[in-house]
């Protein structure tokens, strides 16, 4: 994602710029490179769809975008007052507003909370899961621990933590079943633990948008090691034994608990999710590797 201005133009075609600019954002391309055959936006979906198609993607449009739960971009058509339509741009489950060219006013609001016209999600055209090779070894250590006892409870930050195979981290919330998101975990992957990496934080502070470890609602502090490179590959944090299931991307609930503005920043850089696959302690300065 990239930040893009809404171009100038007449009033009259401003959603369909407004559009253009959230979908330049997402494809990380110049607003001008995308086609924009008139001001009406039925007319610009379809030239859209079939440049989106040129580079493997498409626009799918979305049947209840109220309640659409996916971690991934999507724009939606948002009937603003007084009387004037915006496109904003989504992301996370629940998903909240990241870009907002039109009414910047909506920006860091939940999708939920919008009276939205249609949507339409941003999507590979290619299904296919390609094999990952084998990376180079990973290594990095332990800076912070900390557990909720309970759904949007403050965190508390641990010397020690009791990992616990299948279940996470004791005194967790979520090794509980009674995180947030537990309802939807179940017997899936990813819901035992989470990690964050240590220099995203520093670099939030560098910009001026700072976020304290426990303001992350994540498990495990690292530092000196790429957490994103973990998915799909097993992990040692001290000797416990990790998998990496998925990103830990944000949502707008991490945003309510945390601050406003805390969305949009942590996108793709917001952690891991992982399964703790043994028992064992892990304290601070604790090494993490790949295995």
């Given amino acids: 994602m990239i930040d893009v201005e809404l171009p100038p133009g007449p009033a009259a075609g401003a959603l369909a710029r407004g559009f253009a600019t959230c979908l330049a954002s997402v494809t990380e391309m110049p607003v001008a490179d995308l086609p924009l055959p008139d001001d009406d936006l039925t007319h610009a979906l379809g030239a859209w769809r079939s440049w989106l198609a040129e580079h493997g993607s498409g626009l799918v449009p979305i049947a209840d ?13 948002v009937a603003n007052p007084p009387g004037t339509d915006v496109a904003v741009l989504a992301f996370g489950t629940p998903p909240g507003v990241v870009l907002s060219p039109q009414a910047p006013a909506l920006l860091g609001r939940a999708t939920a909370d919008l009276r939205i016209r249609e949507a339409y999600a941003v999507a590979s055209l290619d299904p296919v899961l390609h094999r990952q090779p084998a990376g180079a070894e990973l290594r990095g250590t332990v800076e912070g621990l900390a557990v909720a006892p309970a759904a949007e409870a403050p965190m508390q930050l641990l010397e020690v933590a009791q990992a616990r195979a299948g279940h996470g981290f004791e005194g967790d919330r979520y090794a509980a079943g009674a995180g947030t998101f537990s309802s939807r975990g179940g017997r899936r992957p990813g819901y035992d633990l989470t990690l964050i990496a240590a220099e995203v934080l520093d ?8 976020l304290e470890f426990a303001g992350t609602r994540r498990n495990v502090l690292t530092r000196g090691i790429d957490v994103n490179a973990l998915v799909g590959r097993r992990f040692r944090i001290g000797d416990v034994l990790c998998e990496g299931r998925r990103l830990c991307e944000p949502c707008v609930h991490l945003d309510r608990l945390s601050g406003p503005g805390i969305l949009r920043p942590l996108i793709h850089r917001g952690g891991l999710r992982a399964d703790v696959l043994t028992d064992g302690e892990i304290r601070l300065g604790a090494p993490v590797r790949s295995v």
């Fill in 65 to 77: 975008p109220v309640h659409f739960q996916w971690a991934g971009w999507w724009i939606a058509v």
């Fill in 203 to 210: 670099e939030m502070a560098t910009a001026g948008q700072p």
